[in-house]
């Protein structure tokens, strides 16, 4: 649906966040993605919850349209792992993600422990072999595991694997922070999906406005100041990206339809762009790694 055969694209629940499920796989096959990311499991008490259980209507339905469209869920998300026993909500999460089809299911770092940390997740990764389903720790630029040096070191540990957010790759400025590509490369095959935004690049002064920024105004990939092209030219040729900008401005402006196309279209010309870099960097045409 591409028309890039080699790089699969989806568009990540977070983009459309007040979309279900069902209407969410419509609109993405519609603005041409090849998957979805699927929230299984509302982060903040305020979202719209989606049940998607094994037996639920609305699991049905996603399925049905899955179907129709060929549109398929690659990750489902969010746990915030913070030191407390998640494991019943985990499992529930990997029912959901096993019943869609998804491989992976994204979590985050709050817990300052980092030993109990990787104790967790090497637990999560053991319980979703049985679904099928591999935890991928994201780096988050307001959460205690920020930073891509510390999400690889903590799933090298646990046996799981990372996902890579460009916006909070690019807000990331604690420790190492000048080391940040430098561990990108280094990590690349940890990486089993790409989150694209774009944003200025002057950094939110407060947590407050970074969580802002985060949850609610991102930028279309390529209209910004972040190096979108450069980071898919780090990672493995044909490693599946995401849009993930959400902007409940430009929603509102646009509707969910526009939005998903306009997202479309920019991630696009980001991998049109960092072919470019590619072959510049490997003349002969020789892979990158």
Same mark, same amino acid.
């Given at each position: ?86 494991? *019943?909500?985990?499992? =529930?999460?990997?029912? $959901?993600?096993? %019943? @869609? ?6 979590? +985050?770092? /709050? ?111 390529? *209209?910004?100041?972040? =190096?979108?092209?450069? $980071?898919?030219? %780090? @990672? ?6 995401? +849009?993930? /900008? ?44």
């Amino acid at each position: 649906m591409t028309g890039n055969a080699r790089r699969p694209v989806g568009l990540a629940q977070l983009s459309l966040l007040n979309t279900a499920p069902p209407e969410l796989v419509g609109v993405a096959a519609q603005a041409g993605f090849d998957f979805i990311g699927v929230r299984v499991r509302p982060v903040t008490v305020t979202e719209r919850p989606y049940d998607l259980q094994p037996g639920t209507p609305m699991l049905r339905e996603t399925l049905l349209r899955m179907r129709d469209t060929g549109v398929t869920v690659r990750d489902i998300e969010f746990l915030l792992l913070d030191g407390s026993d998640q494991r *019943e909500a985990w499992l =529930r999460m990997m029912e $959901a993600g096993q %019943a @869609l089809g998804a491989s992976s299911l994204t979590v +985050a770092g /709050a817990d300052p422990d980092s030993a109990r940390l990787v104790r967790t997740l090497a637990r999560m990764t053991e319980d979703g072999r049985g679904f099928g389903i591999t935890p991928t720790l994201e780096a988050i630029s307001y959460q205690p595991v920020a930073s891509i040096a510390q999400t690889a070191d903590i799933a090298r540990q646990a046996g799981c694997r990372i996902v890579v957010d460009t916006l909070h790759f690019n807000r990331y400025n604690g420790s190492g922070a000048a080391a940040q590509w430098e561990e990108l490369r280094a990590n690349a095959e940890l990486v089993p999906l790409l989150q694209l935004c774009d944003g200025p690049a002057e950094r939110p002064v407060t947590r407050e406005a970074l969580v802002v920024e985060s949850r609610s105004e991102r930028g279309v990939p390529g *209209e910004g100041d972040f =190096r979108l092209a450069d $980071a898919v030219a %780090a @990672l493995p040729d044909g490693l599946p990206v995401s +849009a993930e /900008a959400p902007s409940d401005r430009r929603v509102a402006e646009l509707g969910e339809l526009g939005w998903a196309r306009l997202l479309k279209s920019g991630v696009d010309a980001v991998l049109a762009t960092a072919g470019t870099v590619q072959a510049t960097a490997n003349p002969q045409g020789m892979g990158t790694r």
